[in-house]
T-cell receptor, first 112, second 114 residues
Framework: KNQVEQSPQSLIILEGKNCTLQCNYTVSPFSNLRWYKQDTGRGPVSLTIMTFSENTKSNGRYTATLDADTKQSSLHITASQLSDSASYICVVSAIHNNDMRFGAGTRLTVKP | ETGVTQTPRHLVMGMTNKKSLKCEQHLGHNAMYWYKQSAKKPLELMFVYSLEERVENNSVPSRFSPECPNSSHLFLHLHTLQPEDSALYLC?????????????FGSGTRLTVV
């Protein structure tokens, strides 16, 4: 079982709508959690990075939350645009060896 | 551009061919990584180089052979691949010992084995 589980696997929304992507992890001891955006055929690009003491971080229309007690994170996208269509990957790192664990991603499609 | 450049962007090769993937970073990082990304699966770490020395090899078949001649360049040499090796191969770089900061990916090479 992967140590980072993302849901849903895929999501289709209309342009202008909001959406929330989920990430649950079992990686321990926790160091940091990152959300990446990956456009089709491109490499992942970092959106946010959060450490244990942070529970919210925003990057434009993207807002990530972290609950280190329940080991859950979410990525909220506000007023979606067609360019938000991409895969969103959650990556969790452990303290002791900086080992990075990747989720399988959520494929988001924004339709006009 | 992210500062990590991969070439070629696309590659189609036969199972008996030999080819190489190239990665170059201009970020002053001293650790470099190869990942394999298959459809609907998490990224799989293949190789890690830190300060030009290989520090991790995650049970990757010998038909994949990495080379890191200096801290800015990383190669993945391919020979006698199988169709199941078709995937997006991603290179990344970071500061050695601090991958949690400034971890940057290239755009990848889409490999198709026929």
């Amino acid at each position: 079982k992967n140590q980072v589980e993302q849901s849903p696997q895929s999501l289709i929304i209309l342009e202008g709508k909001n959406c929330t992507l989920q990430c649950n992890y079992t990686v321990s001891p926790f160091s940091n959690l990152r959300w990446y955006k990956q456009d089709t055929g491109r490499g992942p690009v970092s959106l946010t990075i959060m450490t244990f003491s942070e529970n919210t971080k925003s990057n434009g229309r993207y807002t990530a939350t972290l609950d280190a007690d329940t080991k859950q994170s979410s990525l909220h996208i506000t007023a979606s645009q067609l360019s938000d269509s991409a895969s969103y990957i959650c990556v969790v790192s452990a303290i002791h060896n900086n080992d990075m664990r990747f989720g399988a991603g959520t494929r988001l499609t924004v339709k006009p | 551009e992210t500062g990590v450049t991969q070439t070629p962007r696309h590659l189609v090769m036969g199972m008996t061919n030999k080819k190489s993937l190239k990665c170059e970073q201009h970020l002053g990082h001293n650790a470099m990584y190869w990942y394999k990304q298959s459809a609907k699966k998490p990224l799989e770490l293949m190789f890690v180089y830190s300060l030009e020395e290989r520090v991790e090899n995650n049970s990757v078949p010998s038909r994949f052979s990495p080379e890191c001649p200096n801290s800015s360049h990383l190669f993945l040499h391919l020979h006698t691949l199988q169709p199941e090796d078709s995937a997006l191969y991603l290179c990344a770089s970071s500061r050695s010992g601090q991958p949690q900061y400034g971890y940057t990916f290239g755009s990848g090479t889409r490999l198709t084995v026929v």
